[in-house]
């Protein structure tokens, strides 16, 4: 499965952005991490295909929606309100068979990764 990032770039802090990623097979089920400067990775948002049912982690809750388009197997992340703090490389990613809720999270349960794209939060 080849996966295909873009959308970032560079925004003022309380802007918005969106991400996209299209998949080129259909896949269980497709998110995003992120990798700030000098940080691990981490989780930010995942959606299964069905059942439909969406991830987030607590830091981006409220603020991020990701949707995804099953007709052309699509992902996105709506990125509203946007902190300093979001800066970071943004990694789509995907996951072709069913996994266990408390798995969905972890960077480890995704076998395909796509090429980051970089999100900036400045003044």
């Known amino acids: 499965v080849q996966l295909q990032a873009s959308g970032g770039g560079l925004v003022q802090p309380g802007g918005s952005l969106r991400l996209s990623c299209a998949a080129s097979?259909?896949?269980?089920?497709m998110g995003w991490f992120r990798q700030a400067p000098g940080k691990e990775r981490e989780f930010v948002s995942a959606?299964?295909?069905?059942?439909?049912?969406?991830y987030y982690a607590d830091s981006v809750k409220g603020r991020f929606t990701i949707s995804r388009d099953s007709s052309s197997n699509t992902v996105y992340l709506q990125m509203n309100s946007l902190k300093p703090e979001d800066t970071a490389v943004y990694y789509c990613?995907?996951?072709?068979?069913?996994?266990?809720?408390?798995?969905?999270?972890?960077?480890?349960?995704?076998?395909?990764w796509g090429q980051g794209t970089e999100v900036t939060v400045s003044s």
């Open positions: 990613t995907a996951r072709s068979g069913r996994i266990i809720t408390s798995m969905m999270k972890r960077a480890e349960a995704y076998n395909y």
């Open positions: 959606v299964t295909l069905s059942p439909k049912v969406t």
């Open positions: 097979e259909r896949t269980y089920s």
